[in-house]
C-alpha cells in the first residue's frame, strides 16, 4: 500500500511505493529496521510468547527483547515455587559451557533444598518473565570468617544488554553484605572471557584471586566415587 502525499502548490494527491518513503524518509526507516532487528525472532513487539517452563500453563509473556523497551529489570527473591525455573536456567547455563549431561538434579532437589536454607537464589525479571538468575550459599573462612559463594549467574541470551545481569551480582552483594560476609567468592571457566571481563571490568571491581607473592589458588574437587574409594581404601589399610 502507499502513501498518499500532496503536493506542493496542488490539490492532488501523489501516491509514493514503500522504497520512495525510505528514501524520502531515512530516519524513519532507519528506525523500523533497528525495531524489527531487536524482534527478530518469529515474535514481534507486543506479540505473546507462550513459555510452558517454570510458567503456568497459558501465561503469556511479551517477548523478553521487546518487553525491554517497557519495563526496567525487577529482581526478587526466589521461592520454592521457583524451582522449575531455577532447574531450566541450570540446564541453559549447563548448555551454554558444553556441560549439560553433568546436570543431575531435578526441580523437587532445588525446592527441598531450597526450603531447608542451603542456597539462596535471585530471578531477573523483564514485563515479569524470568530471563536471568542467581544462586549462591554460605561458606565460613578460618582466616575473615562468614563467606558467600556464588555458584551460578546466567542471563538468557536474548534478554542480554538489558542490565539484568549487572543487577543480579548487586543482588547477590547486598545479600552478602545484609549477611555479614566478609567475602564474595566465584569461579568461572578461563575459556569465558565475556565474563571474566563482565566480572573484573571497573563496574562490578572483582578480580582474580592471586596473592601478594603472586600465588595462585587451584580448584581441587573429590566427586562422590572417589570419596567412597579414599573412605573404603583407608579404612581397609587400617583394619588388622
Known amino acids: 500500500a502507499?502513501?498518499?502525499?500532496?503536493?506542493?502548490?496542488?490539490?492532488?494527491?501523489?501516491?509514493?511505493?514503500?522504497?520512495?518513503i525510505m528514501s524520502q524518509f531515512p530516519n524513519i526507516a532507519r528506525t523500523l529496521i533497528m525495531l524489527l532487528v531487536m524482534c527478530r525472532t518469529h515474535h514481534?513487539?507486543?506479540?505473546?510468547?507462550?513459555?510452558?517452563q517454570g510458567l503456568r500453563r497459558g501465561q503469556a509473556r511479551a517477548h523478553p527483547r521487546c518487553a525491554s523497551m517497557l519495563a526496567p529489570v525487577a529482581i526478587q527473591t526466589a521461592t520454592v515455587e521457583d524451582a522449575p525455573i531455577i532447574l531450566d536456567f541450570v540446564k541453559s547455563l549447563a548448555k551454554y559451557v558444553n556441560m549439560e549431561d553433568?546436570?543431575?538434579l531435578n526441580a523437587d532437589d532445588f525446592a527441598r533444598d531450597l526450603e531447608a536454607g542451603k542456597y539462596w537464589c535471585a530471578l531477573a525479571l523483564l514485563a515479569q518473565e524470568p530471563v536471568g538468575f542467581a544462586l549462591c550459599y554460605n561458606t565460613y573462612s578460618t582466616w575473615e570468617g562468614s563467606g558467600l559463594y556464588?555458584?551460578?549467574?546466567?542471563?538468557?541470551?536474548?534478554?542480554r544488554g538489558n542490565g539484568?545481569?549487572?543487577?543480579?551480582?548487586?543482588?547477590?552483594?547486598?545479600?552478602?553484605?545484609?549477611?555479614?560476609?566478609?567475602?564474595?567468592?566465584?569461579?568461572?571457566?578461563?575459556?569465558?572471557?565475556?565474563?571474566?571481563?563482565?566480572?573484573?571490568?571497573?563496574?562490578?571491581?572483582?578480580?582474580?584471586?592471586?596473592?601478594a607473592s603472586g600465588a595462585q589458588w587451584v580448584n581441587i574437587i573429590m566427586?562422590?566415587?572417589?570419596?567412597?574409594?579414599?573412605?573404603?581404601?583407608?579404612s581397609g589399610f587400617r583394619r588388622p
Open 2 to 20: 502507499g502513501q498518499q502525499v500532496r503536493q506542493r502548490g496542488g490539490s492532488h494527491p501523489q501516491t509514493l511505493t514503500p522504497i520512495e
Open 44 to 52: 514481534v513487539c507486543g506479540a505473546l510468547d507462550i513459555r510452558a
Open 102 to 104: 553433568q546436570v543431575r
Open 150 to 159: 556464588l555458584e551460578d549467574l546466567y542471563v538468557r541470551p536474548e534478554a
Open 164 to 211: 539484568a545481569g549487572i543487577r543480579l551480582m548487586e543482588a547477590v552483594a547486598q545479600h552478602a553484605l545484609e549477611s555479614g560476609c566478609a567475602r564474595l567468592q566465584w569461579q568461572t571457566l578461563d575459556t569465558n572471557k565475556a565474563a571474566i571481563s563482565f566480572y573484573t571490568g571497573p563496574r562490578i571491581g572483582a578480580s582474580e584471586r592471586v596473592e
Open 223 to 234: 566427586r562422590q566415587p572417589e570419596m567412597a574409594s579414599f573412605v573404603e581404601r583407608e
